[in-house]
């Protein structure tokens, strides 16, 4: 099956710095590859996704890259801000189904 | 529009007690899946469903159970409670060609 691993596993940064997360798949097949934010205690909510026939996808201050080639997508967070402090997770799918999540990354943005 | 509907929100157990975790979702979602999540270990899938009547294992399968008799419940048992088995337990529903819904997580302790 698939294996999704996210590094760094802890990040601080100061507020208005930029953030960069990366994750590594194995699937060459996998397809679709979605970018969760969890604060503490809530569900994890999609921020950014990307699919396999888009090299980089970006929203206001959010932005993801994939390089199918080396099987590794990353997150890119600019001008951070304290209410980006959270738990990221990366994920990698075929089809929308059957999600592979990495172990998360979290985020602290000091003020 | 009420989306991934867990329940309940808080469960304790005592060791080989058995229980069913509640998922119904309301947007005519085909694939549904359950998660555990565990410190430092990400979202891992325990199994999933692609239809009414079809499930399947996933990573952590072990002393779960499943069912899909219709395309909104998906209920997960656990049958026979052990303390590795406390953890956060998500739901989550995809409509084939969207990102993955959750559920708001279900936090269980075993004693």
């Known amino acids: 099956g698939e294996n999704v691993e996210q590094h760094p596993s802890t990040l601080s940064v100061q507020e208005g710095d930029s953030a960069v997360i990366k994750c590594t798949y194995s699937d060459s097949a996998s397809n679709y590859f979605p970018w969760y934010k969890q604060e503490l205690g809530k569900r994890p909510q999609l921020i950014i996704d990307i699919r396999s026939n888009v090299g980089e996808k970006k929203d206001q201050r959010i932005a993801v890259t994939l390089n199918k080639t080396a099987k590794h997508f990353s997150l890119h967070i600019t001008e951070t801000q304290p209410e980006d402090s959270a738990v990221y997770f990366c994920a990698a799918a075929y089809n929308f189904n059957k999600f592979y999540f990495g172990s998360g990354t979290k985020l602290n943005v000091k003020p | 529009n009420a989306g991934v509907t867990q329940t309940p929100k808080f469960q304790v157990l005592k060791t080989g007690q058995s229980m069913t975790l509640q998922c119904a979702q309301d947007m005519n979602h085909e694939y549904m899946s359950w998660y555990r999540q565990d410190p430092g270990m990400g979202l891992r899938l325990i199994h999933y469903?692609?239809?009414?009547?079809?499930?399947d294992q996933g990573e952590v399968p072990n002393g779960y159970n499943v069912s899909r008799s219709t395309t909104e419940d998906f209920p997960l048992r656990l049958l026979s409670a052990a303390p590795s088995q406390t953890s956060v337990y998500f739901c989550?529903?995809?409509?084939?060609?969207?990102?993955?819904?959750f559920g708001q997580g279900t936090r269980l302790t075993v004693v």
């Open positions: 989550a529903s995809t409509g084939g060609k969207t990102e993955a819904f």
């Open positions: 469903s692609v239809g009414a009547g079809i499930t």
